[in-house]
């Protein structure tokens, strides 16, 4: 029972990081690019509030993954020893894809995204917006590729 909890956990958060960045940054964005610009403010514009919580929401589901895998891990620990011989290859390569993403998250989350953070109180830092909003853009592609194949590992692993 514990397991599948646990797996639970663990599927629905790659759901949520996959499925925000898919819809963000392949449907939402490139439609709302269309747009005729709008006589607003950054903060208030829809590509600001995209990855204001997008950046947030995949480090958070990163979070949730990584614990919820390690506690998988010590749960099965004695089960864990009569794996059959490449489980752990297949392991390592799941977690540098795991590491790839986790660190481009934190640039995403805690540099990027800070940089236009809190626009009233810093309005000077309004005129990088358009170039940090395409920064954060570009960097979600590499995120979202490692996070797929993370996803497509763990789904091969449960099955080796
Ligand atoms: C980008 C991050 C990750 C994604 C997208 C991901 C995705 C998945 C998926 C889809 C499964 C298959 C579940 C099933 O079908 O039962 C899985 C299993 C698993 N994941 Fe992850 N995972 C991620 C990160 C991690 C991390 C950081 C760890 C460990 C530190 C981890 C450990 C495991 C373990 C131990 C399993 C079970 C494998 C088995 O049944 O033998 N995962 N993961």
Same mark, same amino acid.
């Given at each position: 029972?514990?397991?599948?909890?646990?797996?639970? $956990?663990?599927?629905?958060?790659?759901? $949520?990081?996959?499925?925000?960045?898919?819809?963000?940054?392949?449907?939402?964005?490139?439609?709302?690019? @269309?747009?005729?610009?709008? /006589?607003?403010?950054?903060? *208030?514009?829809?590509?600001? @509030?995209?990855?204001?919580?997008?950046?947030?929401?995949? *480090?958070?589901?990163?979070?949730?993954?990584? +614990?919820?895998? $390690?506690?998988?891990?010590?749960?099965?620990?004695?089960? /864990?020893?009569?794996?059959?011989? +490449?489980?752990?290859? =297949?392991? +390592?390569?799941?977690?540098?894809?795991?590491?790839?993403?986790? *660190?481009?998250?934190?640039?995403?989350?805690?540099?990027?995204?800070?940089?236009?953070?809190?626009?009233?109180?810093?309005?000077?830092?309004? @005129?990088?917006?358009?170039?940090?909003? /395409? /920064?954060?853009?570009?960097?979600?592609?590499?995120?979202?590729?490692?996070?797929? =194949?993370?996803?497509?590992?763990?789904?091969?692993?449960?099955?080796?």
């Amino acid at each position: 029972m514990t397991n599948n909890i646990i797996i639970f $956990i663990h599927l629905i958060a790659a759901a $949520i990081a996959i499925g925000s960045m898919v819809f963000s940054i392949i449907l939402l964005l490139p439609s709302t690019d @269309k747009v005729p610009a709008q /006589q607003e403010l950054e903060e *208030f514009s829809i590509p600001y @509030k995209t990855v204001e919580l997008l950046a947030p929401t995949v *480090f958070t589901c990163l979070l949730i993954l990584i +614990g919820t895998g $390690i506690y998988y891990l010590l749960e099965n620990y004695t089960g /864990q020893m009569a794996l059959k011989p +490449g489980y752990y290859n =297949l392991f +390592g390569l799941k977690l540098i894809c795991v590491v790839v993403a986790f *660190f481009l998250s934190i640039y995403q989350t805690f540099n990027l995204r800070a940089r236009i953070a809190n626009l009233d109180l810093s309005p000077e830092n309004r @005129k990088i917006v358009p170039k940090t909003i /395409q /920064q954060i853009k570009k960097t979600t592609t590499p995120v979202l590729v490692t996070f797929s =194949l993370a996803l497509f590992f763990g789904i091969w692993l449960a099955r080796f």
